[in-house]
């Protein structure tokens, strides 16, 4: 449905076309210092128009808190934020209500609702409802840095172009900003670039793969059997709508290993129990470590292409093709990046919360 979380518990609201967007967030204890200029900034990574390489609809996207919160601290009541939406043009969706986008979730959402669902930009389903899962996850950074938690996502790989070193997370926080694609290393940023433009000059577009590392988590977090790391991470990423799949630590390269390889030797450094390797991407059993956690989503080509496509006309039930118009993204993966970094936090915190870290 629309609520995920247990002791910090998030509920969203609200569509692409409508009035706006939002979200209700329980469980932060009453006296929590909140900023929300640190909020804004993560909203501000997410939104359209950074570059030439995301779709320029004119959105703000300027965060209003409406409840629970006095003079910078939460009350203990729900917090509840919203979002404007303010350049809205529905114009040509009415289209797709008869003939359905390849790629979209218009044809299902048809069915299943029986025609009443809000088809405007995509309703439900587009990716502007990713804007909540931003806030939630920016606000339970907050809660998590002051335990030395931190969060560092960038673009690894754009259409064919794919990063072949390993950064690490210093490299990745002074070079993400740098390029509109948020790949940390410059040379590869360039060839990504070059093959987003590519995409959007013929008409077509580019997906990519996003990692994102997560530093500084204590041994034992997460909740097996079925509240594991992995799985509570991937619930909320798969809520990313472009999200299509999702590997932890060496991932699908794993089931070309042996055992050998594969298993991190233990050692210690400093005093403290450590991995020489981080296969695992710092999750066993289901739960943490104390190594960073790794993992990688793949994000799909935007479906909205200029390209025509080949459809079927609901009302006529008879072949039909499609030319998308409005303004789209040719490569969604830059503005993804903050989406799944903070889409990691949420989870994380209501895992710690509940194990009473």
Same mark, same amino acid.
């Given at each position: ?16 076309? %409508?009035?706006?967007?939002? !979200? ?35 959105? %703000? ?14 009350? $203990? ?25 390849? %790629? ?17 930009? $995509? ?13 939630? %996850? ?73 990692? !994102? ?8 977090? $997460? ?13 909320? !990423? ?120």
């Amino acid at each position: 449905m629309n609520s995920f979380g247990k002791d910090y518990r998030t509920t969203i609201f609200g569509s692409s076309h %409508g009035s706006g967007v939002g !979200c209700v967030i329980e469980g932060v204890p009453a006296g929590t210092s909140l900023n929300l200029e640190a909020i804004q900034g993560e909203l501000d990574r997410r939104r359209p128009g950074q570059s030439a390489l995301t779709t320029q609809r004119k959105e %703000g996207d300027r965060l209003e808190m409406q409840e629970g919160m006095l003079e910078d601290r939460a009350t $203990g009541s729900p917090l509840v934020f919203w979002v404007k939406n303010r350049d809205v043009d529905s114009s040509s969706y009415e289209t797709y209500r008869r003939i359905p986008r390849p %790629g979209h979730a218009d044809y299902p959402a048809r069915m299943k609702y029986a025609g009443y669902n809000d088809y405007r930009g $995509g309703g439900q389903f587009s990716g502007r409802m990713t804007i909540p899962l931003v806030i939630s %996850g920016a606000l339970a950074r907050q809660i998590l840095s002051k335990g030395g938690i931190e969060f560092y996502a960038h673009a690894v790989q754009v259409g064919s172009v794919r990063l072949e070193e390993t950064l690490s997370v210093e490299e990745i926080r002074a070079g993400v900003e740098s390029s509109p694609v948020r790949c940390a290393e410059p040379e590869t940023a360039r060839s990504m670039v070059q093959e987003v433009e590519a995409a959007r000059k013929a008409g077509d577009s580019v997906g990519g793969v996003i990692e !994102c590392i997560v530093t500084g988590l204590p041994v034992g977090v $997460g909740e097996p059997f079925y509240d594991s790391v992995e799985s509570e991470i991937s619930h909320l !990423c798969f809520a990313v709508p472009a999200v299509k799949g999702i590997e932890f630590g060496s991932g699908f390269a794993a089931a070309g290993m042996r055992g050998s390889e594969h298993n991190d030797p233990y050692a210690i450094s400093e005093g403290r129990v450590i991995t020489e390797t981080n296969n695992a991407g710092g999750i066993q059993g289901g739960l943490t470590n104390g190594m960073p956690v790794v993992f990688r989503v793949a994000i799909k080509p935007t479906s909205s292409i200029t390209k025509l496509q080949k459809s079927v006309d609901l009302d006529e039930m008879e072949p039909a093709e499609l030319r998308v118009t409005g303004r789209h993204d040719p490569c969604i993966v830059p503005r993804a990046v903050p989406v799944i970094e903070n889409a990691a936090a949420a989870p994380l915190l209501d895992l710690m919360i509940r194990a009473g870290f």
